[in-house]
Nanobody
Framework: QVQLVESGGGSGQAGGSLRLSCAAS????????MGWFRQAPGKDWKDREA??????????AYSESVKGRFTISRDSATRTLYLQMNSLKPEDTAMYYC?????????????????WGQGTQVTVSS
């Protein structure tokens, strides 16, 4: 049963912007801790990188590689998680996954998350 569905991926130019969305089913709490993770080309699934997370209280956390460029946000009314990506770089090219977990905190560690979407591809050209 699909509980998280990502959208908004695609191709962009370096320096450009993209916005990802993740629609969560009613089975996921409206304020559940959630996050965005990515798997770069040629990397193994276990090497996926945390991009940004948002805790139950709304506190956001970012990896150093995207801090200042990406913004995570959520609309609890529609159970939608967003990732606004600005100043894109070719190294941002990856499959981006949305994930959710039970609890309050939102660690920058993929093993803390138990519910995953199917992913959406982002490709940035120079």
């Amino acid at each position: 049963q699909v509980q998280l569905v990502e959208s908004g991926g695609g191709s962009g130019q370096a320096g450009g912007s993209l916005r990802l969305s993740c629609a969560a089913s009613n089975r996921i709490g409206a304020s559940s801790p959630m996050g965005w993770f990515r798997q770069a080309p040629g990397k193994d699934w276990k090497d996926r990188e945390a991009v940004a997370t948002i805790a139950r209280n709304g506190t956001a956390a970012y990896s150093e590689s995207v801090k200042g460029r990406f913004t995570i946000s959520r609309d609890s009314a529609t159970r939608t998680l967003y990732l606004q990506m600005n100043s894109l770089k070719p190294e941002d090219t990856a499959m981006y996954y949305c994930a959710a977990r039970i609890g309050d905190s939102a660690p920058l560690w993929y093993r803390a998350y138990t519910i995953w979407g199917q992913g959406t591809q982002v490709t940035v050209s120079s």
